[in-house]
């Protein structure tokens, strides 16, 4: 990817986290990024466009994390925990106060990146499972499908703001408690004791 159109799709990113979607604005970002509009126009045509490159740039980092690390010889609970704290840490596109202005002006664009994550994240925890059962750290009478679509829908309901009021639960305090859940209620008592003593390594609080 073009130098410059990252820096476009990293200041977008930015912005929306910091000050809400509203004031993502072609002036604001050109202002920000220091290109003229015709350079900003040549990158992307439409504003749904944008929003659809924002989307897959957010999808493309999110994979990365399976790219940085090398998880051939860590075990599934170590991955599952690095994997997850990160994905608080820096994928907070996740949190309701930028999913819901995007959902609503832009369905489409949003309603595709959500199945695409969402099919990315469920394969990738189907294989955890598979791992962790081989490995004595999740229970063996596991069903593997059943399981891999309740984290899915977990990770769904956070995004649900009559559950969830942002005002009143912050995300990354809800993903841990999530998490936490979702780690006891399938973990082996082996499993449970290498989770107890290795999470304190790991952090949810967003840096």
Not at 48 to 53: P, R, T
Not at 95 to 121: A, G
Request: aromatic share 12%; with cysteine; proline share 4%.
């Amino acid at each position: 990817m073009h130098l410059q159109k990252r820096m476009i799709l990293e200041t977008v990113r930015n912005i929306a986290l910091e000050e809400g979607i509203e004031t993502v604005t072609v002036d604001r970002i050109c202002h920000d990024t220091k290109i003229s509009r015709d350079t900003f126009n040549s990158y992307f045509h439409s504003t749904a466009e944008l929003v659809s490159q924002v989307l897959a740039y957010e999808r493309n980092n999110f994979a990365g994390i399976f790219q940085r690390h090398n998880f051939e010889n860590v075990n599934a609970i170590e991955i599952l925990l690095t994997v997850s704290t990160e994905m608080a840490d820096k994928f907070q596109d996740i949190n309701p106060f930028v999913t819901m202005p995007l959902k609503s002006r832009w369905p489409e664009e949003y309603q595709k990146h959500f199945n695409e994550r969402t099919d990315f994240i469920f394969g990738k925890i189907k294989i955890n499972l598979t791992k962790g059962i081989k490995q004595g750290l999740y229970r063996p009478d596991l069903s593997i499908e059943l399981i891999a679509r309740l984290y899915i829908s977990r990770l769904i309901d956070l995004h649900n703001t009559e559950l969830f009021p942002p005002e009143k639960f912050n995300f990354n305090t809800l993903f841990e408690v999530m998490f936490d859940n979702f780690i006891r209620g399938i973990a082996t008592p082996g499993g449970l004791s290498y989770y107890e003593a290795h999470k304190p390594n790991y952090s949810f609080k967003a840096e």
